[in-house]
């Protein structure tokens, strides 16, 4: 059995996630595809967004998803 956790909101912070993005092909597809699917570049709120941004509900469940993910699965 596998099992995956994730940290919980609180957890975000601006810049999380840009040294993978700009590091690593793939995980550069797949935060691209978030901005794609999520209708907004969820990637300028992650690596440039004020702490206030971050901390709204439909910026961060995203943000720590696709951060935790890419982190995991590309490092």
């Known amino acids: ?3 995956y ?3 919980g909101q609180g957890a975000q912070f601006t810049g999380m996630g840009k040294d993978i993005y700009e590091s690593n092909p ?3 597809s797949l935060f691209d595809q978030a901005n794609a699917i999520l209708g907004f ?3 300028d709120s992650m690596f440039d967004g004020t702490a206030e941004e971050l901390k709204q509900t ?3 469940q995203p943000a720590i998803f696709i951060h ?3 982190d995991r699965a590309f490092r």
């Open 41 to 43: 570049r969820i990637t």
């Open 68 to 70: 935790s993910g890419s």
């Open 58 to 60: 439909r910026v961060t």
């Open 1 to 3: 059995m596998k099992a």
């Open 26 to 28: 793939k995980a550069r």
């Open 5 to 7: 956790i994730f940290p």
